[in-house]
């Protein structure tokens, strides 16, 4: 069912963005020479950058895939941000009082200085393929889940999203989003906190705040430490402190959409005060959403689920000829809500072993119909999905007379993995769509505009670091640097205008031809594991190795990059077993030690 807004949402949303995007071309119009367009014209305080930082990779992706992670998983993503404090201090310590000496607009500049200009190229464009496809996801992934629960065109929202970035992004700038970003995190948190407070107030009265954690720790819900190797859980202590480590240096300390927020900084010590803000408080925050995601699964022990959050693909499969079956799993869904809501009311009372127990059971049962309507779905929607199971059925069928037999267990194999597929798709995956759905179906009128705010505006500043560095960089770093002659300052900001201009229209293009099959917010860390290892290395040569030569880098660069891609999908055919976050050491590490050999090798060749 497509939900209607009311008149309020409606002004309450349209307000507070068309507040915010006049509020930033208002702010900031008139930018006369590089360093202000670029820099924001080095102004900026400390809180300002460290909520800029924030708001820059809190996207839209974080309020709608995070409390989706959490209603599905629990607490356990929290330990995917532990490195993160540790990442802010050694980028003080060590990256910005290099920036700051060096005067650069750009991270890559620093690479040409220390090796040369086809390093800083390469990495440059390392930073524009993997930032460029993120840019266009930050915008996709709201305009799919609400083209998907309010009925409106994908396209549509696509545009408008990318069109009101690029209003004030082009017009100011590196400070226009700053500026716009401190008034959206503003937003974020009133609207997150409003959920809260909302959502523990639509649990039964009986139910204290401290019963409804109780209830969702008896479920595995409140599990936040995993210290176990097992590769097959991509979050862990381990992970989260080593993966996570590398992935938030590289991400913080390379990636110009970060060092851009903070190089607009009045002075060195604003712009360290700036990230150790961050450290502190981004911990806290992703706890604080995912306990959002948490509470919204506590409601649901009270008040009935729907069995998938898709509404149209709900409606897809019961119109199939799998409708019955379908049927089946919601009567058997809402035999089970019974008995949920009575172990839960019992169990806030009584915090016993027995009850304890059963709470889990009747929660893994319930994931078990989840995933069985997934896969229906799968089937109903996907033609070609549904003749390759029945094959590999049949397949396994006339095989049974010899169980032990390694065809058997081959094709057995094969058969739970297409099934498990199921869960991946767009039109099934819903641990996405959860907490949109939620907000539609529960929560007040005025409140649910509020929160549809949030998304769109996380989902603009996010987008508008983004293409505002991709512009700088493609600005700066290839189009500047390779002029044979002096421009002058209005041409350079002209240019970069136009460049801004650019890659949102890529953006949206971008978000127009995207198709997700992950749960996004992994999606896009994802996407930044592949490249960010690599680049951080890169980096931690120019600081730490001093007779490491440009040559040496840049070979080892690009048979890095090359490397990491064959990793990533021989763990994505499950040739391999290798959570992502694991790219981010195995890069970085690779890039140093492939310069050192070629170094080594070819001293007198790779002294460029």
């Given at each position: 069912m497509q939900q209607t807004l009311d008149w309020i949402d409606w002004t309450v949303l349209i307000a507070t963005l068309v507040t915010i995007v006049g509020y930033g071309t208002w702010k900031t119009r008139g930018s006369k020479n590089v360093q202000e367009y670029v820099r924001g014209g080095n102004s900026s305080k400390w809180w300002t950058i460290g909520l800029s930082v924030m708001a820059t990779q809190?996207?839209?992706i974080t309020f709608l895939s995070t409390t989706g992670q959490a209603f599905s998983d629990g607490m356990g993503f929290v330990q995917f941000y532990f490195g993160l404090p540790i990442?802010?201090?050694?980028i003080c310590l060590v990256?910005?009082?290099?920036?700051?000496?060096?005067?650069?607009?750009t991270a890559y500049e620093f690479l040409e200085n220390r090796f040369d200009l086809k390093t800083r190229t390469l990495t440059a464009i390392l930073f524009l393929i993997q930032r460029g496809l993120a840019a266009?996801?930050?915008?996709?992934?709201?305009?799919?889940?609400?083209?998907?629960?309010?009925?409106w065109n994908i396209i549509t929202l696509n545009i408008i999203i990318g069109v009101l970035v690029i209003i004030y992004t082009v017009s100011g700038g590196t400070k226009a989003v700053t500026v716009t970003q401190k008034q959206q995190m503003f937003v974020i948190f009133a609207g997150m906190i409003a959920a809260l407070v909302i959502i523990i107030g639509l649990i039964p009265d009986e139910v204290s705040f401290t019963d409804a954690i109780d209830i969702a720790g008896a479920t595995g819900k409140m599990q936040v430490l995993d210290f176990s190797f097992d590769l097959n859980n991509r979050y862990t202590v381990w992970t989260g402190f080593i993966g996570g480590t590398f992935l938030m240096l590289s991400y913080f300390g390379t990636d110009q959409s970060q060092v851009q927020r903070?190089?607009?900084?009045?002075?060195?010590?604003?712009m360290q005060m700036g990230l150790l803000f961050n450290g502190l408080l981004k911990v806290p925050m992703q706890f604080f959403i995912l306990l959002v995601g948490v509470m919204v699964f506590v409601f649901y022990q009270f008040n009935p689920a729907p069995l998938n959050f898709i509404d149209a693909s709900t409606q897809t499969v019961l119109a199939s000829e799998y409708g019955e079956e379908y049927k089946l799993l919601q009567e058997k869904q809402?035999?089970?809500f019974g008995t949920k809501q009575r172990l839960s009311l019992a169990y806030a009372k009584d915090n016993n072993e027995d009850l304890r127990s059963e709470l889990f059971t009747v929660d893994s049962l319930e994931k078990t119909y989840r995933s069985e309507s997934k896969f229906l779905i799968k089937k109903a929607i996907d033609p070609e999905y549904r003749n390759e199971y029945k094959k590999l059925q049949e397949e396994v069928e006339t095989l049974k007379s010899d169980t032990s037999s390694a065809t058997y267990k081959e094709k057995s194999a094969e058969l739970n993995m297409l099934y498990k597929d199921a869960a991946k798709d767009t039109q099934t995956n819903d641990r996405d769509y959860m907490f949109i759905r939620f907000i539609l179906n529960h929560l007040p009128v005025g409140l649910i505009g509020l929160l549809l705010a949030v998304i769109l505006s996380a989902a603009m500043s996010s987008t508008a670091s983004e293409i505002n560095a991709l512009a700088t960089i493609t600005s700066i770093d290839l189009y500047g640097r390779n002029l044979k002659e002096d421009k002058g300052e209005a041409h350079m900001v002209n240019i970069t205008k136009w460049f801004t201009f650019g890659w949102g229209i890529v953006a949206i293009i971008i978000a127009c031809f995207a198709n997700l099959a992950e749960n996004l917010i992994q999606l896009v860390n994802i996407i930044g594991s592949i490249f960010y290892g690599n680049v951080l290395g890169i980096f931690l040569l120019a600081f730490f190795f001093k007779k490491i030569r440009g040559n040496a880098v840049f070979i080892g660069?690009?048979?890095?990059?090359?490397?990491?891609?064959?990793?990533y999908f021989l763990d994505n055919f499950e040739i391999i077993n290798l959570p992502?976050?694991?790219?981010?050491?195995?890069?970085?590490l690779i890039v140093i030690i492939i310069a050192h050999i070629l170094q080594f090798m070819t001293p007198n060749k790779v002294k460029a």
């Open positions: 809190a996207s839209a990442a802010m201090v050694i990256f910005i009082p290099l920036y700051h000496r060096l005067k650069v607009y266009g996801i930050t915008i996709f992934a709201p305009a799919i889940i609400l083209s998907v629960v309010l009925g903070y190089l607009s900084g009045k002075s060195m010590k604003e809402a035999e089970l660069a690009l048979i890095t990059q090359v490397f990491i891609i064959v990793l992502y976050l694991w790219l981010n050491l195995i890069g970085c």
